[in-house]
């Protein structure tokens, strides 16, 4: 990342202090804003969105996952419009030149503790989920994109078997999650070979086997079925 995304409103506040007026016509309207004079209603609200702590960060998080100004204007009701210059203002998503970008500013933000938390929320879990969090329930998300999801939390959580004690809490959450992934697998396609399904399966049962039901609270056949 090789500048900051809000380079562009630094550099117009730079030029409010020195009393030069920019040259770009956007940068001209946050100027105007900044010398307390008018500006056309776009410049403007994008300017109010800025200027309020949770609307800023709220925006800033979608932009910073891939979010469309279309998507935007899905979610937040903010037009395509105002979004595409608080992007160009403010907020400049073309600065990150990779994943590796948006993790790094997502996890040293210090700006706001809201926007820390949403940031690093939004890259962690994606655009979807950050739909799903800020339309309070209204976003319905697209069938596959849900048994995708499942499907590979329960891979991640059932690998963590592997490096917790077979007693632990930790170990008897991953095998619930693994029995779910096994079974999302093999409804997924009833049809396709199985034994690699089947020898995790056994592999399963054979950890599963050294698991005290007495210490976990779990009985044997609620595990693996």
Not at 124 to 142: C, F, H, N, Q, V
Not at 149 to 170: C, F, H, K
């Amino acid at each position: 990342m090789k500048k900051n995304p809000d380079h562009r409103l630094c550099s117009v506040i730079a030029a409010h202090r020195a009393a030069k007026k920019p040259s770009g016509s956007v940068e001209k309207e946050l100027y105007a804003l900044l010398s307390n004079n008018t500006a056309q209603p776009d410049a403007t609200s994008a300017y109010d969105i800025h200027s309020h702590p949770y609307k800023r960060e709220v925006i800033e998080s979608f932009l910073l996952v891939g979010s469309t100004p279309a998507e935007i204007e899905d979610i937040l009701k903010v037009s395509e419009s105002i979004t595409e210059i608080y992007a160009y203002l403010f907020f400049d998503p073309d600065v990150f030149e990779n994943e590796l970008d948006r993790i790094s500013y997502a996890y040293t933000y210090t700006k706001d503790p809201f926007g820390y938390e949403l940031k690093k929320f939004a890259v962690d879990l994606g655009k979807e989920s950050l739909k799903i969090r800020m339309s309070r329930g209204t976003y319905a998300i697209p069938a596959t994109d849900v048994q995708d999801g499942i499907r590979s939390t329960a891979y991640l959580m059932g690998q963590m078997v592997r490096v917790n004690p077979m007693d632990s809490r930790a170990a008897q959450a991953s095998l619930k999650w693994a029995q779910l992934g096994l079974r999302a697998a093999a409804e997924e396609d009833a049809e396709r070979d199985l034994g690699g399904i089947d020898k995790v399966k056994f592999e399963l049962q054979e950890k599963d086997e050294t698991t005290n039901a007495k210490k976990s609270g779990i009985e044997q056949d609620e595990i693996l079925h």
